[in-house]
């Protein structure tokens, strides 16, 4: 499977997205004007991935913010990891938050009520 | 003769304006178009402020969320008096702090119409506690849709969330189609 691997800016995220190699994380800040655009071809992946994914998948999120219209494209991700679980696939979550943020460890729970997929959290300091 | 006139009077605009300001510690103020550019731009203004300030990292972060989402709204939703010009997305905004909190003011012009359902959802906002957010915003997330205008819908539920305070807002009718809608949002400083 090709590699996705873009480096973020003020108000997109880091996104490595890497079969061979076992890495899946999406990092940074997430705030794009038009978060449809930005995600498509990361969602369009996902589905590809779903199709023959690896027996353990380990999702790394470390955002340090995000906003609105991206927690609900976060979930859409979410939803598809959900199917390869599904699927009998392991699947674990990595939610990253920094120790001051508990609003981000909040919404790394409020993830893990809606979508049936064990989730870790991860906090981590400057 | 005249311009000279006009030209004082713009001073003197300016100097109670820096005046005012000041004492009511204002951080920014804004009248204009909003788009993403903008909404980089003073989020990352304000961001290395409260850096200076010393300001803890949750109510920077808190701040900087509400400021996201507002400015948000108003490229996505603002209307404009003028019905030709529908391009572009005016609002004001303005972030003060006092000895306990930081505001965040933002106003923007919206169709008549539109006025009763906003109202309706910044009342349930309003109406739910810490727990009641977390349930709405997970339903939201779950069954809504991103829109058109990329909205989520999740917004107000978020900053009402996030801030832990109520949200406060106006609607001034300003002709038979358009009013003026103001919201503030509070973030308390620990």
């Given at each position: 499977?090709?590699?996705?691997?873009?480096?973020?800016?003020?108000?997109?995220?880091?996104?490595?997205?890497?079969?061979?190699?076992?890495k899946?994380?999406?990092?940074?800040?997430s705030?794009?004007?038009?978060?449809?655009?930005?995600y498509?071809?990361?969602?369009e992946?996902?589905?590809?991935?779903?199709?023959?994914?690896a027996?353990?998948?380990e999702?790394?999120?470390?955002?340090?913010?995000?906003?609105t219209?991206?927690?609900?494209?976060?979930?859409?991700?979410?939803?598809?990891?959900e199917?390869?679980?599904?699927?009998?696939n392991?699947v674990?979550?990595?939610?990253?938050?920094?120790?001051?943020?508990?609003?981000?460890?909040?919404?790394?729970?409020?993830?893990?009520?809606?979508?049936?997929?064990?989730?870790?959290?991860?906090?981590?300091?400057? | 003769?005249?311009n000279?006139?006009?030209?004082?009077?713009?001073?003197?605009f300016?100097?109670?304006?820096?005046?005012?300001?000041k004492?009511?510690?204002i951080?920014?103020v804004?009248?204009g178009?909003?788009?993403?550019e903008?909404?980089?731009?003073?989020?990352s203004?304000?961001?290395?402020?409260?850096?200076?300030?010393?300001?803890?990292n949750?109510?920077?972060?808190?701040?900087?969320?509400?400021?996201?989402?507002?400015?948000?709204?108003?490229?996505?939703?603002?209307?404009?008096?003028?019905?030709?010009?529908?391009?572009?997305?005016?609002?004001i905004?303005?972030?003060?702090?006092?000895?306990?909190?930081?505001?965040?003011?933002?106003?923007?012009?919206i169709?008549?119409?539109?006025v009763?359902?906003?109202?309706?959802?910044?009342?349930?906002?309003?109406?739910?506690d810490?727990?009641?957010l977390?349930?709405?915003?997970?339903?939201?997330?779950?069954?809504g849709?991103?829109?058109?205008?990329?909205?989520?819908g999740?917004?107000?539920?978020?900053?009402?969330?996030?801030?832990?305070?109520?949200?406060?807002?106006?609607?001034?009718?300003?002709?038979?189609?358009v009013?003026?809608?103001?919201?503030?949002?509070?973030?308390?400083r620990?």
């Amino acid at each position: 499977m090709e590699v996705i691997n873009i480096t973020g800016t003020d108000d997109t995220p880091n996104v490595i997205l890497d079969k061979e190699n076992g890495k899946f994380e999406i990092s940074g800040r997430s705030l794009p004007e038009d978060v449809n655009m930005f995600y498509e071809p990361i969602l369009e992946w996902i589905d590809g991935y779903a199709e023959a994914p690896a027996d353990k998948t380990e999702f790394h999120f470390k955002l340090e913010y995000f906003n609105t219209a991206s927690s609900k494209v976060i979930l859409d991700i979410l939803l598809k990891f959900e199917e390869i679980v599904e699927n009998d696939n392991a699947v674990v979550i990595k939610w990253h938050y920094h120790e001051e943020e508990e609003d981000m460890l909040e919404a790394g729970e409020e993830y893990a009520d809606i979508v049936e997929i064990p989730f870790d959290y991860v906090s981590y300091t400057d | 003769m005249d311009n000279n006139k006009e030209n004082h009077g713009f001073l003197d605009f300016a100097y109670q304006m820096y005046k005012t300001m000041k004492t009511n510690e204002i951080n920014l103020v804004y009248e204009g178009e909003v788009t993403q550019e903008i909404t980089k731009t003073f989020t990352s203004i304000t961001e290395k402020s409260l850096e200076k300030s010393q300001e803890s990292n949750t109510v920077q972060r808190k701040v900087f969320n509400v400021m996201v989402e507002c400015l948000q709204n108003i490229s996505k939703h603002a209307d404009s008096i003028d019905e030709d010009d529908d391009g572009a997305r005016r609002g004001i905004v303005m972030v003060s702090h006092g000895e306990t909190n930081y505001s965040i003011i933002t106003g923007n012009v919206i169709k008549n119409d539109k006025v009763p359902e906003l109202k309706a959802n910044l009342e349930h906002v309003n109406s739910l506690d810490k727990k009641g957010l977390s349930e709405l915003f997970k339903q939201q997330m779950r069954d809504g849709k991103i829109s058109d205008k990329g909205g989520a819908g999740l917004g107000f539920i978020d900053i009402a969330k996030k801030t832990g305070s109520k949200l406060s807002f106006e609607f001034k009718k300003l002709t038979d189609d358009v009013s003026f809608f103001i919201l503030t949002s509070t973030v308390k400083r620990n």
